[in-house]
């Protein structure tokens, strides 16, 4: 089975994702039969490219690193731009990783929709597309017949969507919470330590886990759209980030998180989600939950979500300390998916 | 598509996915397009039914919960017992949740393999045969093109086999720790806050949560033989329960446990496998974990399981107070997940 690749974006995970794809070749090939073929790549500063036959893949992964363009590659020629390439492209998935804008989430909405409508199924890292048009980009996939898997969008590779999906059939989600940002929980962590909410910011950003604004993290815009995207497909939603009532971190004293700690209590930026009655209520704030519980166990970096269900009660999925190989994975992970449902249709 | 069933086995576990069967019919129907249809019941003290057309369910489940036996159901003919059952029946699942013997699997491993030769699909509850013939019943269901899961042998209906199967797709499983057995679980959790062994394992008792024969839990049996179907399945081990280096909590004081809580340690029996070298190592014991840890999370009869994996890391999946009705979800699961694959094959 050859399936034929695009690329849209190709910053960090893109590229871990590329590597992991190229060291890999021989088990997709031997335990899936699955032949990957990369026919184009748009980027926003090292140009765009597309090819009828292949692209070597980490001859680009490595111009980008070094800082060069790509227009230069073996048998690829320049292309406008990211739109211009899903025109023009001889692909059979779209891999979208351009970066999110937390107010429209455009124009990565317009570039899937644009996949989706050719005929090409899309695999996304970017939770923008599915806190703002989830709705309409599922059920226009559903009628090219052809897929649209985001499971990097939330947890990284950690499967959340396909856990519900795949692994709870017949199940009802009812709510959820969870803690999802890395940054604001490593700052929390970091502040229960003794470290000042500045310097815990600092090695955050060290790490490379914030948004490219870390007032994303810190005010819970990041934590509330990924919150909205998790409503959307896991309870049928049809929310925006604007509808979550939404606390970030700012105001938090270092006296505050340490006096919890010493009750055997952590303080958490947590994502709810909660019907009452028949209205679902979305927020994003901190709370102090018990240490020795599945959102107190996650510290550091690590990220949890407990989903509330009908038949299986409370059920708690955990990802330890990601980082970009992590999501790297998930766009693998959505990659064999794909290929496997299409081998069974 | 109309779904033919029999049952092997008609305990707790058994009569609550009846239940739940019945109370879902609605939803099989609209949602997935599922008839059921009961074609045959064995137990151990009411009797074996088997019927050209279709049981009651409910009328079956009253009669045994009458304790009266199956053969004056409607339309049913009695049959010898289980085998008789799994020879005769005109089933396309049979459902085996025969109780656990720890010393070799049987008689379910038989009566999984009879079903297995004789092309009938297969979901079991029982650990046993998992951790004893994995890889025969596998093979076997494999050559005959018919399913056999087990969803149910560890945490119930949480995903982990499924979990690892169908959303971890490309992922080595290197290694894993967990914490399997609830009945132990409450005991130290109980006795970290006071209680004595045997007011915590008498209060295990009275939930329900225990072995028919509970020193199958205290000495760790229970825990090893989850320990191996796990390492057998996410693995490829070929392992047995006497594989397993072995301790329960027989010996644990109140001392202990109480000292551990105060230090922010919380003392678990941990279930393990690790490669050392191309040796894989399992292990049953107790362990002093951090209190905010994955593990030190789980509390009383809670349980959890930590995959160690290559592309993602570790990942952890956590069942909160898991009941009857998990476990009967478990069932229903995998009848949804075969009828999935019937569907796409």
Redesign the interface.
């Known amino acids: 089975m050859e399936v034929k690749l695009a690329f849209v974006g190709f910053g960090n995970v893109a590229r871990a994702f590329a590597r992991?794809l190229e060291s890999?070749r021989a088990?997709?090939d031997s335990?899936?039969s699955i032949q990957i073929r990369v026919k184009g790549i748009a980027t926003a500063r090292h140009g765009s490219i597309i090819t009828p036959t292949e692209i070597d893949l980490l001859e680009v992964v490595d111009l980008v690193e070094r800082g060069q363009s790509l227009v230069s590659t073996n048998g690829a020629s320049e292309c406008a731009d990211s739109l211009g390439l899903i025109e023009r492209c001889d692909a059979d998935v779209v891999f979208e990783t351009s970066p999110l804008n937390p107010t429209d989430g455009e124009p990565a909405v317009s570039y899937i929709r644009r996949a989706l409508e050719r005929g090409i199924s899309v695999v996304t890292a970017n939770k923008g597309p599915i806190a703002f048009a989830y709705r309409e980009l599922a059920g226009l996939a559903k009628q090219r017949a052809v897929h649209f898997r985001f499971e990097g969008t939330v947890m990284d590779?950690?499967?959340v969507f396909?856990?519900a999906e795949?692994?709870?059939?017949?199940?009802k989600v009812t709510g959820f919470s969870g803690v999802l940002n890395s940054t604001t929980n490593l700052v929390l962590t970091r502040m229960e330590e003794g470290a000042s909410f500045d310097q815990a910011l600092e090695e955050a950003r060290a790490l490379g886990v914030t948004e490219a604004d870390s007032a994303h993290d810190i005010d819970g815009w990041d934590a509330a759209v990924k919150t909205v995207a998790l409503a959307n497909v896991l309870m049928n939603a049809d929310a925006r980030p604007n509808d979550v009532s939404r606390r970030g971190i700012r105001g938090i004293t270092v006296q505050e998180v340490k006096a919890a700690g010493q009750s055997?209590r952590?303080t958490r930026l947590v994502s709810r989600a909660e019907l009452i009655g028949s209205e679902l209520k979305l927020s994003v704030a901190p709370e102090q939950v018990a240490?020795?519980?599945?959102m107190?166990?996650a510290?550091g970096t690590s990220n949890v979500l407990?989903l509330n269900t009908d038949?299986?009660?409370?059920?708690?999925?955990?990802?330890?300390?990601?980082?970009v190989?992590?999501t790297a994975?998930a766009l693998?992970?959505d990659l064999?998916?794909i290929c496997?449902?299409v081998r069974?249709?």
């Open positions: 992991m890999r088990l997709l335990r899936y590779g950690a499967p396909n856990l795949l692994c709870l059939p017949g199940v055997s952590a240490s020795a519980s599945p107190g166990a510290r407990v038949l299986m009660g409370d059920i708690a999925i955990f990802e330890t300390d990601p980082g190989q992590q994975y693998l992970s064999l998916t496997a449902s069974n249709s």
